[in-house]
């Protein structure tokens, strides 16, 4: 998958995010998933699959939620390098996202119904051409099924929903992924220091 989009955003003598052009070999072993918080001009999360050896990536304006009740607006953005879902750390003001990034979840998944990582990549890349993407997410806070559906009609080409399905690992209760953050996280100060 082609990382020209990100790379034109980037001026890499000038932020320590993963430089790196190349992308990585589609795995043989488990997908990887990450989840960033990003205090960017705005706080968000953005959400990470790994397919085809690099990071596709959406922005969740109000972060992912364990209540199936919730639709969380994701905005597809740029493939990311696969090395960038260690990343964490300030990217100067002047540059493209500036801010601070943290992780705030890691983990593996698959495809819904395909456990071998090489064959559900093939239909993680022909459900997300399709607009429907349905996974097991295996992180600390995310666990078990989820949907990314691509929204139809007058909204934005790159506008999908995060929907959590209906398992043994959702909850019905009011969700705010804020409220699983340390209180002492790099993103949480630079957000303070904002609102000053």
């Known amino acids: 998958m082609s990382l020209v989009q990100y790379t034109k955003k980037r001026n890499f003598k000038d932020t320590p995010e993963p430089s790196k052009h190349g992308s990585k070999e589609v795995s043989k072993k488990a997908l990887t998933f990450v989840i960033q918080r990003h205090q960017a001009s705005h706080l968000h999360y953005d959400f990470r699959l790994e397919m085809e050896g690099v990071l596709k990536s959406w922005a969740v304006p109000k972060g992912p939620s364990l209540n199936p009740n919730d639709k969380r607006l994701a905005m597809m953005v740029e493939d990311h390098p696969y090395d960038y879902g260690s990343f964490e750390g300030e990217i100067p003001k002047g540059n493209y996202g500036a801010g601070v990034v943290e992780i705030w979840d890691k983990g593996t998944y698959e495809h819904i119904s395909i456990k071998d990582p090489v064959e559900g990549n093939k239909q993680l890349l022909k459900d997300l051409k399709n607009g429907s993407i349905k996974i097991v997410l295996k ?11 691509k929204m139809k009609g007058d909204k934005p080409a790159n506008s999908w929903l995060l929907i959590k399905h209906n398992d043994q690992y959702a909850t019905h209760d009011a969700y705010n992924s804020e409220d699983y953050t340390p209180i002492h996280s790099p993103v949480t100060k630079a957000a303070k220091k904002k609102v000053k």
């Not at 600390?140 to 949907?147: I, P, Q, T, V």
């Open 139 to 149: 992180g600390k806070k995310l666990k078990g099924e989820f949907a990314l559906v």
